[in-house]
Each structure stands twice: as C-alpha cells, then as structure tokens.
C-alpha cells in the first residue's frame, strides 16, 4: 500500500512532492546516496517490483536500483531482469484517510496534489504544516505551483514556523491569520482543531474534479468556510481553481 501511494504520488520528473517537514530521512539508500534526489522514491518502487513480482511497479522505478544487487545479489539481479516491464498510465486516485488527492494526466505530463487534511487520531502533527488545499501543479512537465518544505528545526523556531505557515503554501489566507496557531515553544506540535469536507471528487472521461471545504478561520470569524474547487479537463488541458471565502467582510 505504502508504494501504492510512492507510484501515485510521483510527479513528471520523477520525484514525490514535499509534504509538511523534511528531514532528509529516507529508507534503504545503498547507492548514489550524495547525490541521489532526496524526493526520488522509484528505488523503492524497483524494490517493490522485485519483492511482489509487480510490472507497474517496474515501469515507474524507471531503471533496476542498485538496492537490488546490495540486498539480493546476482540473483536478484536475474530475477528482476525476468519481470516484465509493461508500459501503462498511473490514473488519478485519491486517499482520502492521508488527505491528499492526486491529478494527472501522464501522457501530457500534467499533474496536481490537493493537501487536505489527516482525519487519524494518529496523525503525526509534530511535522504539520498549515498546508489545507494547498496544490503542488505541474503543466507540460513543468513544476508551476510547488511546496517548499521546512527551512529548518531547531536553530530558528520563527523562520521554521513562517515556513509551516499558510503564507508559504498555495493555498488562501483570510485576513492575513493562520488556520491553526504556532507555538514558537513548542514547535513539534501543530493543533488542528478544525473540520474538512470533501463536497466532490469525481473522475470521468471529461473532467476530474475536486471541491473541498473547511472552517479553519471559524475561530476568528464565526461561520467562515473557505471553499476550494479544481477541475482539469483532459481534452483542453485546462485548470481551474476557484476560492469562496464565505462571511467575511473585506477591510
């Protein structure tokens, strides 16, 4: 399930998008490991390929990963080798218990992940970002919209906040607020108190369309929603994104 979401999550250049912190953790780096892409997972899905004997998983690894060779030998090698390797499309899908929703249309390398919002108990808020429907896009191959990840930890808790903050996402802010409040104390915690719902998600030969709605700014305005529709259409290639913010009064 894990290189279920690596393979829809990856962006036309092969990388996965940023989502909340980054601290440069990965799993399994027995190769090229100065200067491997930090956001490059397909040595996983080559991995995944080996182990569950998967063919998508092979055609989106790209290349055999080195981490075949160091963990299995030349048997490994061999086996991978005899794993056929059939050409296909990575569909739009969404998961919804992670909050992300992913859009693409590989052929014409179009791509987009909607960030919502973890619903799990579990949710692990010391790396949250106030990142609710923001998008990373990319058009033709080209990154449009990305996120920037943290700029550190613990050597600069205003300067790590300002980037977990909404400001620092594409997404929309109400009266120059935060959704959910920093504490430069405290800067592993990020309380979400706060609801997401998701109005829409349809997929059809047309148009894929996402509408999501929450109330992060309830606590500052009473009954404030910002509204987030995105809807891609596969024969013009066109994007929309259009926001409501719904009972507030401009200045």
Known sequence: KMLDVVM??????????????????????????KIKDKNDYRYLLGLGAFIFNRSDFKFASDKIPDEIFWLYGNIGFKNYKSIKKKQFLIKSKS?????????????????????????????????????????ELWIGGIAIFVDPGSYCYTSDAIERNYFRSIKRHNTVTVNNEEISKFDDNNIFYLEQNFSVKILKWDINEKNIIFIGEHNGYETLVPNCTHKRKIIYNFIDRKWLIEDEINNVKTP
């Open 8 to 33: 829809h999550l990856k962006t036309p250049d092969g990388t996965c998008p940023q989502i909340g912190d980054n601290d440069d953790g990965r799993l399994l780096i027995l190769g090229d490991y």
């Open 95 to 135: 998961f919804p218990c992670a909050g992300l929703y992913v859009i693409r249309n590989d052929e014409k390398k179009d791509y987009a992940l909607i960030r919502t919002k973890c619903e799990s108990i579990k949710s692990p808020l010391a790396h949250a970002h106030n990142d609710i429907f923001s998008i």
